[in-house]
Nanobody, 119 residues
C-alpha cells in the first residue's frame, strides 16, 4: 500500500524559505511521477511542481518558477520541495502526490502540511 507522509511545514515571514519533505513507501516508484499540490482556504487545489522518479525531469507552475525546486532522493525514497522567496500568497496546505507514468491522475496523496507565510 502506497503511503506518502509530508513534513516540514510551518510559519515563515515573507521572503523566507522552507523545505518540505515527502517520505514515500509501499512500492517501487520507478515508473511514477511525484507531485506537489497546494490548497489555500476557499480555493481549489492547484498543481505546484512534479518530478519524474526515473530521470528526474521536472515541471512547475508558473507562479513558483524560479522560487521553488523539486527534487528526489531515490535511495531514501524521499521527495522534497525547496521553497525560497516565499510570498503570503504561497500560504496553503501542501500535499505530496504520486501517479503512474501511464496515467494522468494522481491516485495517491499524503495528508498535507500547512505552510503559512506572514507579510
Amino acid at each position: 500500500q502506497v503511503q506518502l507522509v509530508e513534513s516540514g511545514g510551518g510559519l515563515v515571514q515573507a521572503g523566507g524559505s522552507l523545505r518540505l519533505s515527502c517520505a514515500a513507501s509501499g512500492r517501487s516508484f520507478r515508473s511514477y511521477v511525484m507531485g506537489w499540490f497546494r490548497q489555500a482556504p476557499g480555493k481549489e487545489r492547484e498543481f505546484v511542481a512534479s518530478i519524474r522518479w526515473t530521470g528526474g525531469s521536472t515541471d512547475y507552475a508558473d507562479s513558483v518558477k524560479g522560487r521553488f525546486t523539486v527534487s528526489r532522493d531515490t535511495a531514501k525514497n524521499m521527495v522534497s520541495l525547496q521553497m525560497n522567496s516565499l510570498k503570503p500568497e504561497d500560504t496553503a496546505v501542501y500535499y505530496c502526490a504520486a501517479r503512474e507514468l501511464a496515467t494522468m491522475e494522481f491516485a495517491y496523496w499524503g495528508q498535507g502540511t500547512q505552510v503559512t507565510v506572514s507579510s
